[in-house]
Structures are given as structure tokens and as C-alpha cells.
């Protein structure tokens, strides 16, 4: 098992630090569309739902994507998309063609709709034109499941995009094997730029420790054997959640819910906790890489 460094347990600090401060900064919601969808032209509208400071300023971005099927305004995304806004940041959740899954070129097209940066009607480029963004500062990216695939892919079409974090994320989904585009060495995002968090029972990803720690190892190029930890010195890797750690002992594909992929509720540890699978020590490992 690998150590932890000095900035990951910089990361878990400043969660204690956000887990009482999350909110306080004034907030200014928005609603927008871009131009998305497969395929080469991108032609069908879609939305994006948002926060940003009311504080007069220039902010970097932050954009989350969902799961299949998933509406893109789960509370899951609102809750990423409100603590990256409390932190500085222009933050949105982006509707898509989710609808399905697929090959990696169909997931590939996706990706390319939303993150292309020549674009002044994809989804960065609107987010980009917000009087309050500078993407000069960065961007940063999360998501789930297919979302988490969308992260992975953003930077290949925006070179801004400086870092992803994705929840359910793997290189094989029942069918669709995706190595070719997401693993290791096969898309422009550094694994030093990653941070990716499965459960153990993971029906795609897994549903074996072992085979969410192979998929883990293929997508991010770092391996530990016998660990459920593989985090770097900056925090980028992966990380195993363990049954016992989640409120209704089901460390499955959907974790960050309280009762499987069906339940409405966000696991507490998730949602408001500190550990390494929590979202604000997840989203404050997002904050190095872009300037305030």
C-alpha cells in the first residue's frame, strides 16, 4: 500500500476546515443551454444548472457530470456543484445525451460536445464566457459512472481541463470495454491528474474487490496489490470504499446514495464527511490545480 503525502493530508484538513465553512460565501444561481448531443454537428440544445460566488471576481470552473439516466440535476450533482461554488469556483451540472451507454466512440462524441474549448456553444464554452469565469485559471472536473468517463475524456478537448475526479469509474461496463480511450496512456489526462473512488461491490467496475482494484490499476496506471488504497503523494490514484464504511453497508456502483442505485437519500459520510472517499475531501483534492 502506498503512503500518503503531505498534500493529501493537506486535502483532508481543509474538509474539516469546509465541512463547517461550506455555504458561508454567498451564492448566485444560473441557468443556461449549450449546443450537445453525438455525433459530429452537436445540434441538440441542453442544460446547465449552476453556482458561482455573488462576490464580484474572476473564478475558475468546475463541471459535473451524471450517471446514466441519472436527471442532471441529482442531488448528488447540486451538492458537488454547491460546495465547488462555496470554494471559489463557476460551477455547473450539464445535462446530455445519458440516455444510453456505449463504445468509445459514441462516449468519445459525447465528451467532445461538452468539452470542446474551439466551441463557443459547448458546454465549457458557455461556462467559459460567464462574467465571472476565467478559464485561464483552470478547470476541473468530476463525475459519475458514464459522467466519470466524460471527465476522464475532457481534456482531451480542452487543455484547460487540469484535473478529474470520477465516482464509479473503470475501463470495462458490462459490454463496453473502454481501455482503448480511458486507460492509462490512451487519453491526454495525466494520472496525476486523476483521482478515481469504487466501491468494492461495484456491478460494472467490479463486483469483486480484486476486480475493482484490476480496473483501478488499468485506468490509472498505479499499483497496489494488496491494498484498497493507491492514492499518491499529490492524491491522484484510486481508493477502494469498504461495505462497513457506507451507512447501509453496500459499498456498490451507486455509494454515494443510501439504499443502492434506487435510493433517494446521499450517504452522510459522503456527502458531509472527511474521509478519502467523501466528496469534500475529494473536491478539495480538485482545488490544487487551479488557481483562485
Known amino acids: 500500500m502506498k503512503t500518503v503525502g503531505p498534500s493529501f493530508l493537506l486535502g483532508v484538513c481543509l474538509a474539516l476546515v469546509w465541512s463547517s465553512s461550506a455555504g458561508a460565501q454567498s451564492l448566485s444561481s444560473f441557468t443556461a443551454t449549450y449546443s450537445g448531443g453525438s ?3 452537436c445540434g441538440t440544445t441542453y442544460n446547465l444548472r449552476g453556482q458561482e460566488p455573488a462576490a464580484s ?7 459535473y457530470t451524471v450517471g446514466t439516466t441519472e436527471p442532471y440535476a441529482h442531488e448528488s450533482a447540486l451538492a458537488a456543484v454547491s460546495e465547488m461554488a462555496a470554494r ?3 460551477a455547473a451540472t450539464v445535462e446530455y445525451d445519458n440516455a444510453t451507454f456505449g463504445s468509445c466512440s459514441t462516449l468519445e462524441s459525447r465528451a467532445k460536445c461538452i468539452y470542446d474549448g474551439s466551441r463557443a456553444s459547448s458546454a465549457v464554452g458557455r461556462l467559459c464566457s460567464r462574467a465571472k469565469a476565467d478559464c485561464s485559471k483552470g478547470i476541473v472536473v468530476a463525475g459519475f459512472s458514464q459522467g466519470s468517463i466524460m471527465a476522464v475524456l475532457a481534456n482531451n478537448y480542452d487543455s484547460r481541463v487540469r484535473a478529474a475526479y470520477g465516482l464509479g469509474c473503470g475501463v470495462q461496463y458490462s459490454i463496453y470495454d473502454l ?9 491526454t489526462l495525466p494520472s496525476n491528474r486523476l483521482r478515481i473512488i469504487n466501491g468494492e ?3 460494472f467496475v467490479g463486483p469483486t474487490e480484486s476486480a475493482v482494484r484490476s480496473q483501478s490499476t488499468q485506468m490509472t496506471g498505479y499499483s497496489c496489490p494488496l491494498g484498497t488504497s493507491c492514492l499518491q503523494s499529490n492524491g491522484s490514484g484510486w481508493y477502494i470504499i469498504d461495505d462497513l464504511q457506507v451507512a447501509d453497508l453496500q459499498a456498490d456502483h451507486c455509494y454515494m446514495r443510501y439504499g443502492s442505485c434506487v435510493g433517494l437519500a446521499l450517504d452522510s459520510t459522503w456527502r458531509s464527511g472527511t474521509a478519502p472517499w467523501s466528496l ?3 473536491l478539495n483534492w480538485l482545488t490544487q490545480f487551479t488557481t483562485p
Open 57 to 63: 471576481g474572476k473564478y475558475p470552473v468546475f463541471i
Open 39 to 41: 455525433g459530429l454537428i
Open 280 to 282: 469534500r475531501t475529494n
Open 88 to 90: 471559489g469556483y463557476v
Open 179 to 187: 481501455s482503448s480511450c480511458v486507460a492509462n496512456g490512451n487519453r
Open 201 to 203: 461491490q461495484d456491478v
